[in-house]
């Protein structure tokens, strides 16, 4: 008996024994299905942050033109109000700008007043909105989104989510005048 003979022979009880086939397929599917609730949960977070990033961007811009002018201590009322916009998502690194955009006769934009981290500047501003005489509130919120695996792939190559930073801009007038004192 030759070699190959002799696996084949001691092979052929085994391919007959069907026994422990799902304990097999189930070890070959579980690292698959690991994979996909960690990729799900993770794509999961990153949509709930971007979302509440939008969303506390509109708020910031949006509660600050409600009013007649804008003061420093009203400005430390509403980044506390984007810590609490983000929740529960408040361990990712983060950063709040909100400007008053001016537009002259000539249509030249200047910031009449600026708070927080510098995000924005008057070239923010998007062209739709440069019109002759008029004021503006702009927001923008930056979060950095870490996620829960971004390491090194076999070769040393990256491998896996990376991490993200998500910007959200939102741009509002003033409600009660033509221009915020701030």
Known sequence: MTFLGKI????????????????VEFALILPLFALLIVATWEATNAIAVK???TAAAAIIADLATQGNSLSS?????LSSIF??????????TRRVNLIGLKV???????VACSFGTTLLDANSLPD??????????????????????????LYGGQQGFTNMTFRDD?????RISSSIDC
């Open 8 to 23: 084949r022979a001691n092979i052929r009880p085994f391919a007959k024994d069907s026994e422990g086939v799902a304990i």
């Open 83 to 92: 810590e609490k916009a983000m929740y529960p998502y408040t361990n990712y």
């Open 51 to 53: 979302r509440k990033s």
């Open 170 to 174: 939102a741009v509002f007038a003033p």
């Open 73 to 77: 201590s009203d400005w430390s009322k």
């Open 128 to 153: 739709g909105l440069v019109i002759a005489n008029s004021f503006y509130m702009m927001a923008a919120t930056e979060v950095d989104y870490t996620v829960l695996y971004a390491g090194k792939g």
């Open 104 to 110: 002259d006769a000539n249509k030249k934009v200047s």
